[in-house]
């Protein structure tokens, strides 16, 4: 398929997925969610697809938020009948796993989606934050409920009261991104990452990600239900049996995803 918003690039097992809006600085519109739902519901029913990496075009922006001059106009009643922004629950509902590659800016929208992937890599140039407050609004993606989960109450709070920015070396130190690395490495840091998640037994991956996003859905004595009853379903699967085959025979194991 072609899309006009983002490039979609199969390598191997991994899909890398580029916002591709430079002259906005891949400013998020309708459009790039219309697309994006797309590749990511195609994604999540290809079974030769097992991670996906959304990265942005362009050295100076992952996504500098999402598209002002489209809201601009809106009024409460477009808003709330159109349920702005409902359309990005389809992104969060990925059941395969999903990684973030932010090199430049990640502002609102965009700082919100990126917190939506299973984790972020950030280049060194990376700077997030939710400045929409300058713009009399607030995040409405998901950030003031995220960042407060990703970096805690203090800084969450600071960073959406304030519009200001946090460079890549806070980010990792506050538990916003996995890693740091150098940003001409980026992509190619990403999909290796990727490749790694892809190469896993794919149902133990999507059940390690069930698991780790019920911790901040669930109480805690759910959330270890939760994961008890995910880790004994593992065990009616004929990967879980390769799998420790494999460990005892000392080989690498062979995976079907059943
Ligand atoms: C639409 C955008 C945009 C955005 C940048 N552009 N961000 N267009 N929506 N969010 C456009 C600019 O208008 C400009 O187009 C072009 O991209 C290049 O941007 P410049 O501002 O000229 O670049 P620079 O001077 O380098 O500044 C970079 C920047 C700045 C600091 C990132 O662009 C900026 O502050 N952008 C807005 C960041 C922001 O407020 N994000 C939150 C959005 S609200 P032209 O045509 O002029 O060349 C949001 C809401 C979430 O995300 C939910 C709550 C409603």
Redesign the pocket.
Known sequence: TEYRTVLVEKRGAVTLVTLNRP???N???SEVLKELTEVFGDYDSDASQRCLVLTGSGE??F?????????QPQGFADMYSAD??AGWERITSTRKPWIAAVAG?A??????VAMMADFIIAADTAKF????I??A?????G?SQRLAHAIGKAKAMEMCLT?RMMDAAEAEQSGLVAKVVPANELVTEAVKTAEAIAAMPPLAAIAAKEMVNAAFELPLAQGIRFERRLFHGLFGTEDQKEGMAAFVEKRPGNWKGR
């Open positions: 002259e906005a600085l400013a998020l519109n100076k922006a996504a500098a938020g999402a598209d002002i001059k489209e809201m702005f922004f800016y502002l609102g929208g965009g700082c919100e934050g939710q400045p929409e300058k713009l609004v607030t995040p409405g993606m950030g519009g």
